[in-house]
């Protein structure tokens, strides 16, 4: 069971992980512009019209684009960074030894030191195993002489959404997989 829906803005922009009591209000105001999906997340059903004879449906789509100006300007949000969303991002490989890992056996590891003022941000950690981490310890990768097999980045608006980890419906997984950036690591 899938029981969220993955709510657009108009042009097609991932905005939120709703339930599937928000999207039918979303439904049931006119709120939704367009929909996408291979089948229907949900059905539900409501009271009998004894006039037409029909009891009332909504059939909740698992992606919904709602119409109207979006909540979420794109430009000022950075996707919150924790542990799990990392290791998904770096697919739980070792940023110094290229190993890869269960989630169980990686740290997040700063490339500049956090006892060196080095933030928690994406541009500034990657996966790393205990071994590579004790390792290096408080330096840099390059005064401890261990280069970094990939970059960290900033994850787009559509592989944040893929990262969370969310048991999400192969349709919708798709349909998010469609728009990652080149060269994505998630594809």
């Given at each position: ?34 929909e996408?999906?291979?089948q229907p ?14 009891q009332?449906r909504?059939?909740v ?23 799990s ?5 770096d697919?739980h ?7 890869v ?7 997040c ?18 996966s ?11 330096r ?9 097999v ?6 787009s ?20 997989a ?10």
């Open positions: 069971m899938h029981p969220h829906v993955l709510q657009l803005d108009i042009q097609g922009t991932p905005q939120a992980w709703i339930s599937l009591e928000q999207a039918v209000l979303h439904y049931a105001t006119g709120s939704v512009a367009w996408d999906g291979d997340l949900a059905t539900l059903r409501g009271g009998f019209n004894v006039a037409r004879g029909v009332s909504i059939e789509a698992p992606i919904i684009a709602l119409r109207g100006a979006s909540k979420i300007n794109l430009f000022e949000v950075v996707p919150s960074v924790t542990k969303k990392l290791l998904r991002r697919r490989t070792c940023a110094y030894c290229a190993g890992f269960h989630e169980r056996d990686l740290q590891e700063h490339v500049l030191p956090e006892s060196r003022g080095g933030p928690w941000t994406w541009t500034n950690l990657v790393a195993c205990a071994a590579c981490n004790n390792r290096k310890a408080a840099t990768p390059e005064e401890a002489g261990m280069p970094l990939y970059l960290p980045y900033v994850p608006r559509y592989e944040n959404f893929l990262l969370e980890g969310r048991n999400i419906r192969a349709d919708v997984h798709e349909w998010l469609k728009r990652l950036p080149k060269g994505s690591r998630l594809q």
